[in-house]
């Protein structure tokens, strides 16, 4: 679907489907109880389109009373909600998916000017959004506990999984929608209720989100959204006693702030954290399935997306055909504004964009050579935005931060090896373990190194988006416990023992 057959369906959508009109996203309050909720701090925080520097709309600034509040309803929700019958909870997910499809232009549109990300991929999450959705759902219902063969007269052991309770689910800027739907979409199915705690940069799709569920059927309290700075808002939100579970998203520092505020707390978390991504091209692979794979998988989003590759190792023999390949499929993206049939968007804020352009600057200093991009676009589609075109930095090595310090932008690091081990040492040779790929023409070398590096999902010979029914997480500084799949929908669970005698 070209952009312009998009601009015309949301158009469609906008006018025949939804109760929200641009004007009305101006100005969002907190989301609590099904109903909007003015801050208690009368406050709001500007968000800013980063394309031109426009503001968007304007979000709450929540406070400890705002979290209060949000975690009370959802507190009292549970009660209820936790006794549904499932299927009841699958029916009600079912149809918040099928209006998110309804309104998928709507949220796109939105997400696009909050985040600056090319409005095809914005449709494309709010669809993949809506398909997780029906996937728990769909899981949800083949959960089971288990009875043991014991054969005791008289008794049986039963073992049970109950909803865990009120869950906080913390969401960065780079795929609002999807990040929070692998949350609520186990969690909710599962018996548990919701407060979302949405980026500062991009709340307002996250906040338009929770009114889809309201017109879904969800009961008040089950689905709320507290929006600010997760600074000022963040300590409240994990250690307030009603929370019991925090699923968290986002940086590997806040991610261990959280960590370990919850545990002093005793509450659950999944972290899901950064990565800085490895691929190894070895000497047989096929150049012509891994640079294009590479280049999609390091620019998509502007690079900044979780697992997106970050720094490549090539064998020797094949290095400078690698590079020249690389370099121009780069230089075949289109950058600019999300409504303009671009390939990539700008960064979402100053503070993304400028990661960016310090580690292309210590990788010179270093001795590594831009092949192409390496500084900031200018000129009057780009002055007003944060755009850095797609970069690629060859002759690195670990000395550079490009090639150690998660990037989150566009620019990969080259770096030449001589043998498959090298390879898999420098592969492991980081902090981070979110995903690894390879490309190889020999199956058992390409299994071996899968099974060697030390990453969460590791792809052999492509790349493409992880899978709904597969677990998705990371290993070392990347995070604790994994998302999808039926492990995702566990981890909304607690497992109790009863001994029935009779
Ligand atoms: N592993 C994954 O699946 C995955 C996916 C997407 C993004 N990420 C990571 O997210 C990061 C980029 O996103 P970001 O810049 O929005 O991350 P971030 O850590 O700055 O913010 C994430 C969320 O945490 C909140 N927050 C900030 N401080 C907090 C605190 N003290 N207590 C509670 N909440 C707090 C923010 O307001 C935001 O909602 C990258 O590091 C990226 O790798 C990881
Ligand atoms: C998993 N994904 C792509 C939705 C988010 C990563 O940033």
Not at 209 to 228: D, S
Not at 292 to 319: D, E, T, W
Not at 387 to 416: L, Q, R, W
């Amino acid at each position: 679907m070209t952009t312009d057959e998009c601009y015309v369906l949301i158009r469609h959508s906008l006018t025949r489907h939804s109760s929200l009109a641009h004007s009305t996203f101006k100005k969002m309050e907190h989301f609590i109880n099904n109903q909007r909720h003015t801050p208690d701090s009368g406050q709001y925080i500007e968000v800013i389109n980063p394309c031109t520097a426009e503001v968007v709309g304007t979000c709450a600034r929540g406070n400890t009373a705002d979290v209060h509040a949000a975690l009370t309803s959802a507190g009292a929700a549970f009660q209820t909600w936790k006794k549904q019958p499932a299927a009841h909870r699958v029916k009600l997910q079912h149809e918040a998916a099928r209006l998110m499809r309804l309104y998928s232009y709507e949220i796109a549109d939105m997400l696009a000017r909050e985040l600056g990300r090319p409005l095809a991929g914005c449709i494309h999450e709010i669809s993949r959004s809506a398909d997780l959705l029906d996937f728990y759902a769909e899981e949800a219902l083949r959960m089971k506990g288990e009875i043991p063969l014991h054969n005791l007269e008289g008794e049986k052991a039963l073992v049970v999984r109950q909803p865990i309770g009120v869950v906080v689910a913390i969401t960065p800027f780079n795929y609002p929608i999807t990040l929070l739907c692998m949350k609520i979409g186990a969690a909710l199915p599962m018996g548990c209720t919701v407060v979302a705690k949405p980026s500062e940069d991009t709340p307002l799709s996250t906040l338009r989100l929770a009114e889809i569920f309201k017109e879904a059927g969800y009961p008040e309290g089950v689905f709320n959204v507290i929006t600010g700075y997760g600074h000022e808002i963040g300590n409240a939100l994990v250690e307030h006693p009603i929370t019991s579970k925090i699923a968290f998203t986002g940086g590997t520092n806040t991610g261990k702030r959280i960590g370990a505020l919850a545990a002093a707390h005793n509450k659950r978390v999944t972290l899901e954290l950064g990565g800085q991504s490895p691929v190894i091209v070895c000497e047989e692979a096929d150049l012509s399935v891994a640079c294009p794979a590479i280049v999609k998988h390091a620019f998509a989003n502007s690079g900044q997306f979780c697992y997106r590759v970050n720094r490549v190792y090539v064998h020797q023999n094949v290095y400078e055909a690698f590079v020249e390949k690389i370099t121009a499929l780069a230089n075949r993206l289109k950058v600019g504004d999300p409504f303009s049939n671009s390939d990539m968007g700008p960064m979402v804020n100053r503070k993304i964009y400028q990661n960016s352009e310090v580690q292309v600057a210590d990788a010179l200093q270093k001795g590594g050579t831009v092949k192409t991009g390496g500084s900031r676009l200018t000129g009057e589609d780009y002055d007003k935005g944060w755009f850095f075109p797609p970069t690629i930095i060859a002759d690195t090595n670990h000395s550079m931060k490009i090639m150690t310090e998660e990037t989150f932008g566009p620019v990969i690091g080259v770096m030449k090896f001589s043998t498959n081990e090298e390879a898999v040492a420098l592969g492991n040779d980081s902090e981070y373990g979110l995903a690894a790929y390879v490309f190889s023409g020999q199956l058992g070398t390409g299994l071996r190194m899968a099974e060697e590096l030390e990453a969460g999902s590791v792809w052999v010979n492509n790349i493409h988006r992880s899978y709904q029914d597969v677990p998705f997480g990371g290993v070392k500084q990347s995070g604790i416990g994994r998302e999808k799949g039926r492990y995702g929908l566990e981890a909304y669970t607690e497992l109790k023992t009863i001994y029935l005698n009779y």
